[in-house]
């Protein structure tokens, strides 16, 4: 109870030690960026966690690249208010790694530079960079982060619920939502009032913005600037995957039983065939194989009502801070880490521990299309159902689109998320939250672009 | 010899003091200041007047947060009293082990916050959880208590009493200086049980009720970690429940997930304002009901 005070009396004296930088972070000449340089001294980098193999051998890389200069790492995933902070009072890392939907809050605050003079003084190709990827982290024609890593979703699903129940993974893939449904009345299994079969589980609230695009609808226009979350086709998409849990008893028993799942462990729901089928992202591929290698799958992209492959992307990014002492070798050493021949000595060490191992090498989604293409021809079988999971995944990253980067990402989502929970949690209908959604996230977008336009004018 | 005495006593406190006046005094009223500015961290803070205070009262997540907070606040003070007030009780009457009890009492407020909040979701697991299958023993089936928002903030102050060991141990201490002649003389009068626990027990130890219903009710409006780390934390990184949406919980979304530091101090200020209002009233109405030792 007592936490709330700290935590005020943290947030207070942060603030009140706080110093405004103010205004827009002058650009850099792209000539102060110079690809045959060498870098002396250090450079720090906030916001790495969980250093794999793949991790460790893309540092290496990027470090060797950078001609001398050593590299401080801070370790943890990337906290906001810390990294704020040290840009606030003039002391921010050289370089920090992003969630990609956080770059346009940065942005727009002047917390990150934009990285114009740094990809051309660099000779950066972002054209080898995902479009979806790229996009997100893109503001005002800027491009403010380097991408790297996508995630995007497949549909998986237990194989012998689905033939016990007549139906193939074409019935639940997205493909034809009135299928989904009376999959879902088949697939659900109930016990002494108790839900013991999950039928198809459509994984709201994350993954609306994926049920709006299979059903043609985006959630913000392209520019960012437009929230179209009352849109027709969302309130439609939101109706149909909250009723899905309703043809099952309700999101209520569907949410109780996932919670109790082991879901990282080898009693995870497809192996205790509590599952019959959801969309899930491509990482928990190598979850199933890795714990439940004997478990019946069944893999197929996430399909849209005219059964096009269809995954919502999202990933990390790495950005320069206003205020960096070395903004030049943070550059080089963003850019070496996401070259394709890092991703592939990357993705060398991988197949070699995979191997080792004995287990299949299931790819990497990079961020780099080029990248993607040579790992792809790297994969290592680890026969059926796993290759067709991996080739889905694949399928489902060359169809990806993302959520345009703005200002006001954290209230965007947030005002989604919600409509959605409202509607999960049967406080109001579909059309009635997502109209209060919209309210309050034009007014966020609407304030948030006006303080963009006036820092930028 | 007295100058001299209060310097010493100053010279002994002055760490002290310098830590309040840096780390408390300064930062509550640069909050005070914060309040009246548009504030984002980065950027310097652009002063907006009480523009802050009046988008308080048009924003209707304030009055939502508001009513949940005084719900819980109304429901898990009395709760936790009566329950912490039963069990000290119990063990000031217990003649053997009491020291064993005493901690055994006490080791759940050793629990993390956070771990109670994980805690809570597994043991108010609508379909698997603890509560719900025992109250299947008793041909109850149990509530959503996790999800349908009639039963979130049950199922919270549920939860707080997993905590009330600190309570119990203030209580057993006003208890233990209860004097003994006091239930002899009701004894002798013929009083049972509960009459003397009504009518000496009770106002003996009023003040010590006094204080923790003050302490406890300032803590439940500051509630924060169990609630946010069960419905908009850890694994619910996308799912939340409104039902659980704490006035704290709604200031930290506005200050550290939002960034907007002014509208968060504008908040801390009228949560502030209200906790003292809601204090004198307690105050006041002790005057009725709190009886001192000594006092006319």
Not at chain 1, 97 to 115: C, E, K, N, V
Not at chain 1, 130 to 156: H, K, S
Not at chain 2, 76 to 102: E, H, M, Y
């Amino acid at each position: 109870m007592k936490t709330p005070i700290r935590l005020a009396v943290l947030a207070l004296a942060l603030t009140s030690c706080a110093k405004g930088t103010g205004g827009q972070a002058a650009p850099q000449e792209a000539g102060t960026f110079n690809p045959g340089a060498a870098y002396t001294g250090t450079i720090t980098v906030m916001g790495i966690a969980g250093v794999d193999e793949v991790a460790t051998t893309r540092l290496d890389l990027a470090k060797a690249a950078l001609g001398g200069a050593d590299v401080k790492r801070t370790e943890g995933d990337l906290d906001v208010q810390q990294f704020l902070s040290s840009v606030a009072s003039g002391s921010p890392p050289d370089l920090v790694y992003a969630i990609r939907d956080q770059i346009g809050t940065f942005a727009s605050r002047g917390a990150i530079i934009p990285l114009g003079a740094c990809i051309e003084g660099e000779q950066i190709d972002v054209g080898m960079y995902d479009d979806a990827a790229l996009a997100q982290v893109t503001l005002g024609d800027e491009v403010w982060g380097i991408p790297e890593f996508n995630q995007v979703q497949i549909t998986m699903a237990n194989a012998g619920l689905l033939d016990k129940a007549g139906l193939t993974i074409a019935d639940v893939n997205g493909s034809g939502w009135e299928n989904i449904t009376a999959a879902a009345r088949k697939l659900h299994q109930n016990a002494g009032g108790k839900l013991k079969v999950i039928g198809f589980d459509s994984k709201l609230p994350e993954f609306l913005p994926l049920w709006a695009k299979a059903n043609g609808a985006d959630l913000l226009s392209e520019d960012g600037r437009t929230a179209r979350l009352n849109d027709p086709k969302v309130v439609e998409a939101l109706t149909f995957a909250a009723g899905v849990y309703d043809t099952q008893g309700g999101f209520a028993k569907v949410k109780a039983l996932r919670d109790a799942a082991d879901f990282f462990g080898k009693g995870n729901q497809f192996a205790k065939n509590e599952l019959g089928a959801m969309p899930m992202e491509q990482w928990y591929v190598n979850v199933l194989n890795d714990e439940s290698p004997k478990a019946a799958m069944a893999f197929d992209a996430f399909r849209d009502k005219e059964g096009n492959p269809l995954a919502y992307s999202s990933g990390r990014a790495w950005a320069i801070p206003k205020g960096a002492k070395n903004p030049e070798a943070a550059c080089r050493f963003a850019k070496h880490m996401t070259l394709v021949d890092t991703w592939r000595a990357a993705a060398q060490a991988r197949v070699d521990l995979r191997t080792k191992e004995n287990k299949p090498f299931t790819g990497i989604l990079t961020g780099n299309e080029q990248a993607d293409e040579t790992i792809e021809s790297m994969l290592t079988p680890g026969g059926q159902p796993w290759d067709t999971g991996v080739k889905a995944v694949y399928e489902a990253n060359d169809n990806n689109f993302s959520l345009p980067a703005n200002p006001a990402g954290e209230e965007f989502k947030k005002a989604w998320q919600d409509a959605a929970n409202r509607v999960l949690n049967g406080q109001m209908g579909p059309k009635e939250s997502l109209d209060r959604a919209q309210q309050e996230a034009q007014a966020a977008l609407d304030k948030a672009w006006a303080g963009w336009t006036k820092r930028t004018n | 010899m007295r100058r001299r005495d209060t310097r010493a006593a100053l010279l002994f406190i002055s760490p002290w003091i310098i830590g309040f006046l840096i780390f408390t005094l300064w930062p509550v009223l640069y909050s005070g200041y914060l309040s009246l500015t548009d504030y984002d961290v980065i950027n310097d803070p652009n002063f907006v007047g009480f523009d802050n205070y009046a988008a308080l009262f048009e924003d209707p997540k304030i009055g939502l947060a508001f009513r949940n907070t005084l719900i819980f606040a109304a429901m898990s003070v009395p709760a936790q009293l009566v329950v912490a007030l039963a069990l000290a009780l119990l063990l000031n009457a217990a003649a053997r082990a009491t020291g064993f009890f005493r901690t055994a009492f006490f080791l759940p407020k050793m629990t993390p916050p956070v771990a109670v909040g994980i805690l809570l979701l597994m043991l108010f697991n609508g379909q698997s959880g603890l509560i719900n299958s025992v109250l299947g023993v008793f041909g109850i089936d149990g509530p959503s208590w996790t999800t349908d928002p009639g039963w979130v903030k049950p199922g919270l102050v549920l939860m707080s009493l997993w905590t009330v060991g600190a309570t119990v141990i203030i209580l057993l201490a006003a208890l233990r200086a209860v004097p003994q002649e006091l239930y002899d003389a009701a004894l002798v009068d013929g009083a049972g049980w509960w009459r003397r626990t009504l009518r000496v027990t009770v106002p003996m130890i009023s003040p010590t009720i006094f204080f923790v219903v003050v302490v406890d009710t300032i803590g439940a409006l500051q509630s924060f970690t169990e609630a946010y780390t069960a419905f908009f934390g850890s694994g619910n990184t996308t799912y939340s429940n409104d039902a659980a949406l704490f006035y704290v919980i709604y200031l930290f979304q506005q200050a550290f997930e939002f960034l907007h530091m002014g509208y968060a101090s504008a908040m801390a200020w009228v949560l502030f304002i209200v906790i003292m209002a809601i204090t004198v009233v307690q105050v006041l109405v002790s005057r009725r009901y709190v009886h001192y030792e000594g006092r006319p």
